[in-house]
């Protein structure tokens, strides 16, 4: 079984300061790791992923993620945060290359950045 | 990039009554699409997963004759509440994926589902 924890409800960060929202996973075999953003009554974002290669993986509006192997974890990170950038962010695992197969995701974390 | 519909996006309903959501992949041809749940503050639940030409797949728990999934083609999908009662109020997300193996999951906009 594979499973995601998100272990922050919420994270409040002020505009300008880095932003990081915290990922760790358990699967049996290796893991595809994502980050999705979603908006108020939106559907998912995509906003990165980690497949093999370069452990930091950078994706869109300015965010990246690291895959450490060894502490199973994927947080997400922003080096100045946006008040935009607030929203609910997920974290999902999934094993294998094939699309088709499931994806796992954490419980969220709501992002919210003051002025 | 590829862009998922959905239809509505919001829906208000009598308990008792069956609503139908659409999802559709605009842009390219999804051989599977997935159907998730999602509660207040809460996370995405994976209710199914439907190939095309064939039967859902239902994820545990999950009631195949109340939430119908039918996936008549490339590129659409459809999920029926029947008989919906207010503990089936929720937003209901679905997602698509291309005929390779290898296309990610592109999510719609979802659908906010109230049952009165």
């Known amino acids: 079984a594979q499973s995601v924890a998100q272990p922050e409800d919420q994270v409040n960060v002020a505009e300008g300061n880095p932003l990081t929202v915290k990922c760790t996973y358990s699967?049996?075999?290796?893991?595809?790791l994502f980050w999705y953003v979603q908006y108020p009554n939106r559907g998912l974002q995509f906003l990165l992923k980690?497949?093999?290669?370069?452990?930091l993986v950078k994706g869109s509006y300015g965010f990246e993620a690291e895959f450490n192997k060894s502490q199973t974890s994927f947080h997400l990170k922003k080096p100045s945060a946006l008040v935009s950038d607030s929203a609910l962010y997920f974290c999902?695992?999934?094993?294998?290359?094939?699309?088709?197969?499931?994806?796992?995701f954490g419980g969220g974390t709501r992002v919210l950045v003051k002025p | 990039g590829a862009v998922v519909s959905q239809h509505p996006s919001r829906v208000i309903c009598k308990s008792g009554t069956s609503v139908k959501i659409e999802c559709r992949s605009l842009?390219?041809?999804?051989?599977?699409m997935f159907w998730y749940r999602q509660f207040p503050k809460k996370s995405l639940m994976l209710m199914a997963t439907?190939?095309?030409?064939?039967?859902?797949?239902?994820e545990q728990g999950v009631e195949k004759d109340k939430f119908l999934i039918n996936h008549a083609s490339l590129t659409l999908s459809t999920l029926t509440v029947t008989s919906a009662h207010p503990e089936d109020s929720s937003f209901y997300i679905c997602?698509?994926?291309?005929?390779?193996?290898?296309?990610?999951?592109?999510f719609g906009p979802g659908t906010r589902l109230t049952v009165l």
């Open positions: 997602s698509a994926k291309g005929t390779s193996s290898y296309n990610e999951q592109f």
């Open positions: 699967v049996s075999g290796n893991p595809y």
């Open positions: 439907s190939n095309e030409g064939s039967k859902a797949t239902y």
């Open positions: 999902a695992v999934r094993v294998g290359k094939a699309a088709g197969n499931k994806l796992t």
């Open positions: 842009d390219f041809q999804a051989t599977t």
């Open positions: 980690y497949i093999t290669g370069d452990n």
